[in-house]
Structures are given as structure tokens and as C-alpha cells.
């Protein structure tokens, strides 16, 4: 089956790898998002999925936007989508014979929209899982061919889940198309009286409320780490937690408590211990190392 595949994250790229791993699929093109700058000094950094294209030498174009794209068919007969980011006109998604098919991390109609995984670790989800659908002009509205459900472990971080479910991903599509190729599968119109929806996330959503309880919180590092990671105010500078676990201990909200070079910080119903932190401005340190500069102003302070 000769494919054009449209993918830009470390997701698609697993998904891109697990299409070349199998000789049912022929990837004939490749397209993705154009270079991004990132970091301080904005260098522009090419997506994981144009990485692995260049690797195996596939051809590939990167479109700022597909609104008015010329898209040359190549005889594809599917076209397969997987964390794409742009939005895909009507013209491009019914050009091949068996229309485009994405694979989404999340059973929907639940979160329909940017974030699913990230969502699912924030609302504290145990369940997860993958939808294997074909593509509507709506945001993840069209018929679904396949699910997968998937557990998801209460100490799972972003990575770890996205990671996880890309594998699973690779194999819903494994069992997906040649069933529905051969009519096997009959793509399946989504409940609409279930659907929610999730929003894409910028940096404000790492800022921490230490009202909130441990879990909660907790769940907001496991979401959102390492981007956009979550971070408070401590002394008028802008401090990450790149590391955190729950902890027993009964602290007021907000504050600071040193014991045994370990550093807490409470929470509404209990504490935090932080375990890699870094401050704005400074490298990414242990709390311990961290503590033999800053132990002092730490005492009895708070964050915010």
C-alpha cells in the first residue's frame, strides 16, 4: 500500500518507523512542519519526523500551510496522519482512494483536540488509550475504525505515556488498515453527545496553585513535564520543578521546609518533595546541591 504520511512530533515519528518496519506499507512521501526555532539563541531545529525522512531518504516538503498546498498524489492510495499540527483541508483529506486515516492518543470522542495525553495525566485519568479513524473536515470528529485501551500507571509522566502509546499506536494501525482496506472494518460514526474537547498548552498552564492538593499538582508535573513543564515564584525569580514525589508530610500551602537536605513544600492537604529544580538563570541542579546555596533564604520562605 503506497502512503503519503503527514506527521511532525517524536509520536508521528515512532508511527513513521513502524510504517517502513513493514513491508505491507510503502511510504512514498513525507510531509511535516517547517523548521521551528527553539531555545535561547532560536536556532531553527527540524521536526523528528523530517530527521527519520532524511534518514531513510524519503522525499519530503514542509508547507507553512496545506490551505491552498498543491499536493502531488504520487499514486498513494491513504494517506496516514499522526500529530500533523496543521490543519488539513477537505480536497487533500478525500484525494486518495481510501481517504486519510490519523491515529489519535486518546479514545474518543475524549479530548478531542491538541493535547489528549497530556490531558489524560492532568485530569489523573487510570485509562487511556488510541482511536484509529478516518479524517472529516472537523477537529478529531470523523468515523473510527479501531480503539485500543490502554492503563496508565499513577506515577507515568508525559514522556513515558507518550512513548507507550506510540507503540500501541503502530500496532492499531497494523491491525486497522488491511482490515479496512479489505472492507473488513466499517468505520463507525463517533457518539457526539460524549465529546470533550482539550486546548492546545502554552506556559502559563505550568504556573503551580499550591492550594491545590498533592495529586493534584502531582498530576500537573506527570502532564506537563518537560514542556511546558511546571514552575512557581520564589524570591521574584521564576523557579522550575523538573522533578517532584508526593509526601506525607503536613506543611501550610506554599511553604518551605528544609529537613535532612531534603526540600518539601507544602500543599493544601499535604507536601511535595523536590527533587531537581532550577532556577531562572541557573543551571538544572539535585535539591540537595541546590540547598548548599540557597539553605538559608529557603528557611522558612515560601513559594507562589
Same mark, same amino acid.
Given at each position: 500500500?503506497?502512503?503519503?504520511?503527514?506527521?511532525?512530533?517524536?509520536?508521528?515519528?515512532?508511527? +513513521? &518507523?513502524?510504517?517502513?518496519?513493514? $513491508?505491507?506499507?510503502?511510504?512514498?512521501?513525507?510531509?511535516? &512542519?517547517? #523548521?521551528?526555532?527553539?531555545?535561547?539563541?532560536?536556532?531553527?531545529?527540524?521536526?523528528?519526523?523530517?530527521?527519520?525522512?532524511?534518514?531513510?531518504?524519503? $522525499?519530503?516538503? !514542509?508547507?507553512?500551510?496545506?490551505?491552498?498546498?498543491?499536493?502531488?498524489?504520487?499514486?498513494?492510495?491513504?494517506?496516514?496522519?499522526?500529530?500533523?499540527?496543521?490543519?488539513?483541508?477537505?480536497?487533500?483529506?478525500?484525494?486518495?482512494?481510501?481517504?486519510?486515516?490519523?491515529?489519535?492518543?486518546?479514545?474518543?470522542?475524549?479530548?478531542?483536540?491538541?493535547? $489528549?495525553?497530556?490531558?489524560? +495525566?492532568?485530569?489523573?485519568?487510570?485509562?487511556?488509550?488510541?482511536?484509529?479513524?478516518?479524517? #472529516?473536515?472537523?477537529?478529531?470528529?470523523?468515523?473510527?475504525?479501531?480503539?485500543?485501551?490502554?492503563?496508565?500507571?499513577?506515577?507515568?509522566?508525559?514522556?513515558?505515556?507518550?512513548?507507550?502509546?506510540?507503540?500501541?499506536?503502530?500496532?492499531? +494501525?497494523?491491525?486497522?488498515?488491511?482490515?479496512?482496506?479489505?472492507?473488513?472494518?466499517?468505520?463507525?460514526?463517533?457518539?457526539?453527545? !460524549?465529546?470533550?474537547?482539550?486546548?492546545?498548552?502554552?506556559?502559563?498552564?505550568?504556573?503551580?496553585?499550591?492550594?491545590?492538593?498533592?495529586?493534584?499538582? *502531582?498530576?500537573?508535573?506527570?502532564?506537563?513535564?518537560?514542556? $511546558?513543564?511546571?514552575?512557581?515564584?520564589?524570591?521574584?525569580?521564576?523557579?522550575? +520543578?523538573?522533578?517532584?514525589?508526593?509526601?506525607?508530610?503536613?506543611?501550610?500551602?506554599?511553604?518551605?521546609?528544609?529537613?535532612?537536605?531534603?526540600?518539601?513544600?507544602?500543599?493544601? #492537604?499535604?507536601?511535595?518533595?523536590?527533587?531537581?529544580?532550577?532556577?531562572?538563570?541557573?543551571?538544572?541542579?539535585?535539591?540537595?546541591?541546590?540547598?548548599?546555596? *540557597?539553605?538559608?533564604?529557603?528557611?522558612?520562605?515560601?513559594?507562589?
Amino acid at each position: 500500500m503506497k502512503v503519503i504520511f503527514f506527521g511532525t512530533h517524536t509520536f508521528a515519528a515512532a508511527i +513513521l &518507523q513502524g510504517l517502513l518496519n513493514n $513491508p505491507f506499507f510503502e511510504v512514498s512521501f513525507v510531509i511535516t &512542519q517547517p #523548521d521551528r526555532a527553539v531555545g535561547r539563541k532560536q536556532e531553527l531545529q527540524a521536526s523528528p519526523v523530517k530527521l527519520l525522512a532524511q534518514k531513510h531518504s524519503l $522525499p519530503i516538503d !514542509q508547507p507553512e500551510s496545506l490551505k491552498n498546498y498543491e499536493l502531488k498524489n504520487q499514486n498513494s492510495k491513504l494517506f496516514i496522519v499522526a500529530q500533523y499540527g496543521l490543519l488539513i483541508p477537505k480536497y487533500i483529506l478525500e484525494a486518495p482512494k481510501y481517504g486519510t486515516i490519523n491515529v489519535h492518543t486518546s479514545l474518543l470522542p475524549k479530548y478531542r483536540g491538541a493535547s $489528549p495525553i497530556q490531558s489524560a +495525566l492532568l485530569h489523573g485519568d487510570t485509562k487511556t488509550g488510541l482511536t484509529v479513524m478516518l479524517m #472529516d473536515e472537523g477537529m478529531d470528529s470523523g468515523p473510527i475504525l479501531l480503539q485500543k485501551k490502554i492503563d496508565i500507571d499513577p506515577h507515568e509522566t508525559y514522556l513515558e505515556l507518550d512513548e507507550r502509546m506510540a507503540h500501541a499506536g503502530v500496532e492499531a +494501525l497494523y491491525e486497522a488498515i488491511p482490515k479496512y482496506i479489505s472492507g473488513e472494518l466499517t468505520p463507525q460514526p463517533q457518539d457526539e453527545t !460524549q465529546v470533550t474537547f482539550c486546548k492546545k498548552l502554552s506556559r502559563d498552564e505550568g504556573k503551580i496553585d499550591w492550594n491545590k492538593t498533592t495529586l493534584e499538582i *502531582y498530576n500537573q508535573y506527570r502532564g506537563l513535564t518537560p514542556w $511546558p513543564g511546571i514552575w512557581t515564584w520564589w524570591d521574584g525569580k521564576r523557579l522550575k +520543578l523538573l522533578h517532584i514525589k508526593p509526601s506525607t508530610k503536613k506543611i501550610v500551602a506554599g511553604k518551605v521546609l528544609v529537613e535532612h537536605d531534603i526540600l518539601y513544600v507544602g500543599t493544601s #492537604d499535604s507536601a511535595l518533595e523536590i527533587v531537581v529544580l532550577q532556577l531562572e538563570g541557573k543551571p538544572a541542579m539535585n535539591a540537595n546541591i541546590f540547598l548548599q546555596g *540557597y539553605s538559608t533564604k529557603l528557611h522558612e520562605s515560601k513559594f507562589d
